[in-house]
């Protein structure tokens, strides 16, 4: 079975932090993508990547980076954190670009105080 | 902005067939219609996608209207572990964009 893992469940950081949210999948998936998901909006993509160093901005990349140094590891990075990120974040990876599922791990929790 | 709109709630009794509807009625002619469901603390997980034909797997089975306009996910026999948000995506032609919108919230019950 695909697994994509994340670092914490829980986070809780305060405004102006750097905050480093993990993402590894053990299935060699090329795709890998970052969303955040709040309540009556649903999820919304942050940033996604096709490969190793590659990454394209989502629909809402602003105050967030991504890097992708290795295959399997996604890495979402916020530079100073605010209240308004304080969110569910998801990390999911896919097969290829062809590919149509999507696997996700079970999110993240982030409370920025 | 999400391309399908979908009822907010509904609920099923156990071992019924919940009907699950979806509009979709801007969708292009190469774009697939996906769906996924979220169980509570959980990530989304893939169901089924189709194109126009419907589909059946093990999970469920997905009717997509002649004009693609709209689509039903049907489990055929629901249980307490389907309760579940239900989202209906369809794919951004061309890319790997998945837009979700905010789902229906099935409720089964015994």
């Known amino acids: 079975d695909v697994k994509v893992t994340q670092s914490s469940r829980y986070l809780v950081k305060r405004t102006g932090e750097k905050v480093f949210l993990e993402c590894v999948q053990d299935?060699?998936?090329?795709?890998m993508f970052w969303y955040r998901q709040d309540p009556g909006l649903g999820l919304r993509l942050i940033y996604f990547?096709?490969?190793?160093?590659?990454?394209e901005k989502g629909d809402i990349p602003e105050g967030y980076s991504v890097s992708r140094e290795k295959k399997e590891r996604f890495s979402l990075i916020l530079e100073s954190a605010s209240t308004n990120q304080t969110s569910m974040y998801l990390c999911?990876?896919?097969?290829?670009?062809?590919?149509?599922?999507?696997?996700f791990g079970p999110g993240t929790r982030l409370t920025v105080t | 902005d999400a391309k399908t709109t979908q009822p907010p709630s509904m609920d099923c009794a156990e071992g019924r067939a919940a009907n699950l509807p979806c509009n979709h009625s801007?969708?292009?002619?190469?774009?697939?219609v996906y769906w996924y469901r979220q169980i509570h603390s959980q990530g989304p997980q893939y169901i089924i996608h189709?194109?126009?034909n419907n589909e059946t797997n093990e999970m469920a089975s997905l009717i997509i209207t002649e004009d693609r306009k709209s689509s039903t996910l049907i489990l055929p026999h629901a249980t307490l572990r389907d309760t579940a948000v239900y989202y209906c995506?369809?794919?951004?032609?061309?890319?790997?964009?998945?837009?979700f919108g905010t789902g229906t919230r099935l409720q089964v019950f015994p």
């Open positions: 999911a990876s896919s097969l290829s670009p062809q590919a149509y599922e999507q696997y």
């Open positions: 299935m060699d998936h090329e795709n």
């Open positions: 990547s096709y490969d190793v160093k590659m990454k």
């Open positions: 801007t969708i292009s002619g190469n774009e697939y």
């Open positions: 189709g194109l126009k």
């Open positions: 995506i369809v794919r951004v032609a061309h890319t790997d964009k998945l837009i």
